[in-house]
């Protein structure tokens, strides 16, 4: 099966700094890669995704990068502010499927 | 219009009973996915329902189980409950098959003692 894998476990910046979320997956038949932020106690919120079709997709201060050929894909958070910060999910799924791979989560806390 | 819909918020059973968890999906939505996210972790799938029918599931014991309803609506049970079962229970819906975004609740926390 699919495994997804997250990296950093933790990442602290200072505010207006960037910061760079990296997942790499193993399954070559998985195209849909979303991205889900989750604060404390709330329920996984979608942020930005992207499809295999597509290198790269942006929304404001937030982009996606896919290799498919080298299986990563990376979170990009420009001008970072406090209320970014969250524990931050890669997941990765295969076409028509709606089941999700997740990695284990990155914990970014951006520091005023 | 109503998100996804879980319910309840918490719970807190003990070692050797059984539980259900319930979940409404969101309006339009007729796929049911469940997610178990132990403290720390990633959500893991559990399984999910669509035309009320099991049609894919994670790697997780026979003592999960679950049901789909004509509404859509969903239920996981889990029998036996042991320690280890205690986490956020996430159920996420979707459209089948359309890689459509999936919607996520805002989980059901269960506690084993």
């Known amino acids: 099966g699919e495994n997804v894998e997250q990296h950093p476990s933790t990442l602290s910046v200072q505010e207006g700094d960037s910061a760079v979320i990296k997942c790499t997956y193993s399954d070559s038949a998985s195209n849909y890669f979303p991205w889900y932020k989750q604060e404390l106690g709330k329920r996984p919120q979608l942020i930005i995704d992207?499809?295999?079709?597509?290198g790269e997709k942006k929304d404001q201060r937030i982009a996606v990068t896919l290799n498919k050929t080298a299986k990563h894909f990376s979170l990009h958070i420009t001008e970072t502010q406090p209320e970014d910060s969250a524990v931050y999910f890669c997941a990765a799924s295969k076409a028509g499927y709606s089941t999700l791979t997740f990695g284990k989560g990155t914990m970014l806390l951006v520091s005023p | 219009d109503a998100g996804v819909t879980q319910s309840p918020t918490h719970l807190i059973k003990t070692r050797g009973q059984q539980v259900t968890l319930r979940c409404s999906p969101k309006s339009g939505h007729d796929t049911v996915s469940w997610y178990q996210q132990a403290l720390g972790q990633g959500p893991q799938f559990i399984f999910q329902?669509?035309?009320?029918?099991?049609?894919q599931r994670g790697n997780f014991p026979d003592r999960f189980s679950g049901h789909q309803f004509p509404n859509y609506s969903s239920e996981l049970n889990v029998n036996a409950l042991l320690l280890g079962d205690s986490a956020l229970y996430l159920c996420?819906?979707?459209?089948?098959?359309?890689?459509?975004?999936?919607?996520f609740g805002q989980g059901t926390r269960l506690t084993v003692v």
């Open positions: 329902y669509y035309e009320e029918e099991e049609r």
């Open positions: 992207i499809r295999s079709n597509v």
């Open positions: 996420a819906s979707s459209l089948y098959r359309t890689g459509i975004e999936a919607f």
